[in-house]
């Protein structure tokens, strides 16, 4: 059986900084200003953001104190065309005006130091991140900043009382903690994570720091990774892991880190080596005849794996699924939609067990399966194209 399957839709996680979702819904021009959220809890197509972020800078023209009009304009014009222009040098330039005029506007508050620290993204100055954590210590926004921070600086401390933090502000979705928590259930003891951004990384250091709960994994996450050597040789060096920079693709290279992931498995073989199913393609592409899914993560190998076996193992005895099916206050959080595209990284394992269990003549056991996955499909809008899968396996 093929250790992957190939859908034509892509199941894309909003990262720590730059990669969103890019499946918006429609939506009906808005006629008044309405609250941007970060994309990590709801996105919307351009044209909303774009009609967003006239109306929020009408009300500032009008009251330039208005500390969140002044919020609401930066996240419209920071998620405007967001895949497209993010890391461009119009969209710094748009932001870093913003910023300059919030300073003259509104200098001294939460708003303008958060926003210019989130501006600069700098995982060496943290200054504008404190000062805005001192005037408002209660707004969560800060919390996965720091976390970041001292991750990369290696405050084990720190950072534990700023995941305790995140923890405590009930801001991460209970339906997104379940799903980390499988993506570490995906992993074998010491392994390596990579993993993709905000949502599928903060929720395992939550995890990790305040529960306990798979310390033996080492998350690295791709964004910081790339941040600085200097992190990475100390995150390996914990594993008794030594690389050779010279032996990979250029650092800070979208080469660079699937090269190092592949390096470290055949280097140390001992050390089970996974990429998170949210990552982007372009750092699984070079991999993938070596990758094998194993539930929300696919493990290297250069030995061919049953995992068949070890999607058996996962999704029937070690996953946490009851949240998938009883979805309690499901209305009570922001992330909803999200949650239910993410949950579509279940979709491939569930027919890989759907398809294993009819060759098996287990019919109830893959009807199992087959119909847990179109409940997922369903609630993440693929139920016709997941249905047409189906049928091209038989099932």
């Known amino acids: 059986m093929k250790r992957w399957i190939i859908f034509t839709f892509k199941l894309l996680l909003a990262v720590m900084i730059i990669s969103p979702f890019t499946i918006f819904c429609a939506a009906e021009e808005p006629q008044k200003p309405e609250k941007v959220y970060s994309i990590i809890y709801i996105q919307k197509p351009n044209d909303w953001y774009i009609k967003q972020a006239e109306l929020w800078k009408k009300k500032i023209d009008k009251n330039p104190k208005d500390n969140e009009a002044w919020h609401n304009y930066y996240n419209a014009v920071r998620y405007a065309r967001f895949t497209e222009t993010i890391d461009t040098k119009e969209k710094n330039e748009k932001l870093n005006h913003i910023i300059a005029e919030m300073g003259k506007a509104i200098p001294g508050s939460f708003e303008y130091h958060y926003l210019k620290h989130k501006t600069n993204c700098d995982l060496w100055d943290i200054e504008d991140l404190k000062k805005a954590y001192e005037i408002r210590p209660d707004r969560h926004e800060t919390y996965s900043d720091f976390i970041s921070y001292y991750e990369f600086h290696g405050d084990m401390e720190k950072m534990k009382e700023f995941s305790e933090k995140l923890y405590l502000s009930k801001d991460l979705a209970p339906a997104l903690i379940n799903y980390n928590y499988n993506v570490l259930m995906s992993t074998d003891q010491n392994a390596i994570l990579f993993t993709n951004g905000d949502n599928d990384t903060y929720p395992v250091w939550v995890l990790q720091k305040v529960k306990g709960i798979r310390n033996d994994v080492t998350v690295l996450n791709a964004s910081i990774s790339m941040a600085d050597k200097s992190y990475l040789i100390r995150k390996l060096k914990a594993k008794n892991v ?30 089970p080596v996974y990429f998170a199913a949210t990552m982007w393609s372009y750092y699984i592409d070079p991999l993938r005849e070596n990758l094998y899914m194993t539930g929300l993560a696919n493990k290297y190998s250069l030995q061919r794996i049953d995992n068949i076996a070890l999607i058996r193992r996962n999704l029937e005895t070690k996953f946490r699924l009851d949240y998938l099916i009883h979805d309690w206050y499901e209305e009570s959080f922001l992330a909803t939609d999200q ?22 003549n287990e019919n109830n056991k893959s009807n199992y399966w087959k119909d847990f996955a ?14 047409q899968d189906l049928k091209e396996k038989g099932l």
């Open 242 to 271: 030594e690389v050779n920079f010279d032996d990979l693709p250029q650092y800070q290279t979208k080469e660079f880190l699937p090269a190092m992931g592949k390096y470290i498995a055949e280097q140390y073989p001992n050390i």
């Open 374 to 387: 179109l409940k997922l499909a369903e609630r993440g809008g693929m139920k016709e194209k997941i249905i």
């Open 339 to 360: 949650m239910y595209r993410l949950n579509m990284n279940y979709v491939p394992s569930m027919i890989i067990l759907a398809e294993h269990y009819k060759i098996s």
